[in-house]
């Protein structure tokens, strides 16, 4: 854990040093010994889910009532965005049992679809109980582009700028001396050529090691900087300066190791479901049409968790759409295949994720979030994310071939359609329970079902909107 992120889990300016130390040593020492196997967690109410939170991670009960009610107030959002009106909220949920790189971890994911944090929390446990889930990640290498048209001599450029590259790169690392200083900071600058129709471009990429930032800010700056020099040299019109969010120097791989037969489903051998996985996932490898929405689960998992951490998801989705089309075909980001009775899968994508700085420092639920998840570095969780993105897309697969897609989901939806029926609290999960077990899970029948119900009890029963 580097300085900045022990910085996160300080308390404020001013304690004494023995407090800090014990603060410290408190979430480091609360790793031991615990486990994201939380059998039961989903029946709990949201108060007993975050007392239960202390066997994981002891939360001050004004964390607790942070993560419960308000994690961003309309007032910290004005210092984030223009022209506030408010904040809009998302469900916060907690995807469980979850081991990775033989680590448990709870992990933090914000997210409006229903059945996502379920379906990807059970794929987990199945997982972990008849497998392995592992990740690694590369340095946090982002890159920053400027784009040089009309260039008279493309070979004398070319030339001039590179025997010029120490000197560039020292001038690009005076721009943020904190991030040479821990290791990180401009490591070298590369030259294309891009012919389009405005002609052949020269782009120079400087790639820049993030550390534990996500890393846009740096990169503009010191992009800025250099713009106008490389422009002189290669004697051409500097017209663009600006990072890219296809950061594949930052790959990510997660794969994951099972056995068959715990995929088995009513009516399918685990063998049978492996196997059409695999079919599955060879058409939409092949077809765009199939991958974009194949692709589509994978970012249901990995959108989830950047928003929980204060990250941002544009950029990572469109880092990953571009990777995908890489081979000039949009493909699969997940590979799966089986080897005897086991079942293996596998993902690659860049993501480029920061812990510390921007929205992490600002936002105080996602600083209590990434605290619920072992203050990470950059590197962990990006293989988190990966991680979560994979495991995600098993889930999806594994009912799309078997009883659709629909069925879960739906279940799951019921009782949001209960309330929009205009039904609460206990009522609603009564009649949610009914539909299921009829399955018809449908606006009017919910309608039906409450006007039923009510007219039975002869008033609003507990837990109506006048409690």
Same mark, same amino acid.
């Given at each position: ?60 009960? %004004? ?5 419960? #009610?308000?994690?961003? !107030? *309309? &007032?910290? +959002? ?6 506030? $009106? ?38 987990? %446990? ?5 497998? #392995?889930?592992?990740? !690694? *990640? &590369?340095? +946090? ?6 784009? $040089? ?319």
């Amino acid at each position: 854990m580097d300085k900045q992120q022990k910085a996160k889990i300080e308390p404020p300016a001013g304690a004494k040093d023995a407090g800090k130390e014990k603060a410290k040593a408190e979430l480091l020492s609360s790793e031991v010994g615990r486990t994201s196997r939380l059998p039961g967690f989903y029946k709990l109410d949201i108060w007993e889910r975050l007392d239960k939170l202390d066997e994981w991670l002891p939360l001050p009960l %004004k964390e607790k009532w942070i993560l419960r #009610s308000e994690t961003l !107030t *309309a &007032e910290q +959002a004005d210092t984030l965005i223009e022209n506030v $009106i408010g904040v809009f909220g998302m469900p916060l949920g907690l995807a469980v049992n979850f081991r990775i790189n033989d680590k448990d971890y709870l992990i933090p994911m914000a997210v409006e679809e229903t059945s996502i944090v379920a379906a990807c929390s059970h794929m987990a %446990k199945l997982i972990r109980e008849n497998g #392995s889930l592992v990740a !690694t *990640a &590369e340095h +946090a290498i982002m890159e920053g582009q400027i784009q $040089i048209v009309d260039v008279p001599d493309l070979d004398r450029a070319e030339a001039d700028i590179l025997a010029a590259k120490d000197r560039l790169l020292k001038l690009a690392n005076k721009q943020d001396q904190m991030l040479a200083s821990l290791g990180g900071g401009a490591k070298d600058f590369v030259l294309k050529r891009v012919p389009t129709e405005s002609g052949t471009m020269l782009v120079c990429h400087l790639q820049v090691d993030a550390v534990d930032a996500m890393g846009a800010n740096a990169v503009n700056t010191m992009v800025e900087t250099l713009g106008p020099i490389v422009g002189e040299m290669a004697k051409g019109e500097v017209v663009c300066k600006i990072i890219t969010n296809l950061c594949d120097k930052s790959l990510v791989r997660a794969r994951f190791d099972v056995q068959v037969d715990c995929l088995a489903k009513e009516g399918f051998t685990g063998a049978k479901v492996a196997e059409r996985i695999v079919k599955a996932f060879h058409w939409a490898d092949a077809d765009p049409y199939r991958a974009t929405t194949h692709n589509k689960g994978i970012m249901n998992g990995i959108d989830a968790v950047l928003v929980a951490t204060g990250n941002d998801w544009r950029a990572v989705e469109a880092g990953c759409h571009a990777f995908a089309a890489r081979t000039g075909r949009y493909r699969s980001l997940t590979r799966y295949r089986l080897e005897g009775d086991r079942l293996k899968g596998e993902i690659e994508v860049p993501i480029a994720v920061g812990v510390v700085g921007g929205v992490t420092k600002l936002h105080p639920g996602v600083s209590i979030l990434l605290k619920i998840l072992g203050m990470p570095s950059r590197r962990e969780l990006a293989e988190v994310i990966a991680s979560v993105g994979l495991v995600q897309n098993l889930a999806a697969v594994r009912a799309l071939v078997t009883e659709g897609i629909q069925e879960g989901h739906m279940t799951l939806h019921a009782r949001n359609v209960a309330y929009s029926a205009g039904a609460w609290g206990d009522l609603a999960i009564h009649i949610a329970d009914q539909m299921v077990t009829e399955g018809r899970i449908r606006f009017d029948r919910a309608r039906e079902l409450l006007k039923k119900m009510v007219a039975q009890k002869g008033e609003p029963p507990k837990g109506g909107p006048e409690d």
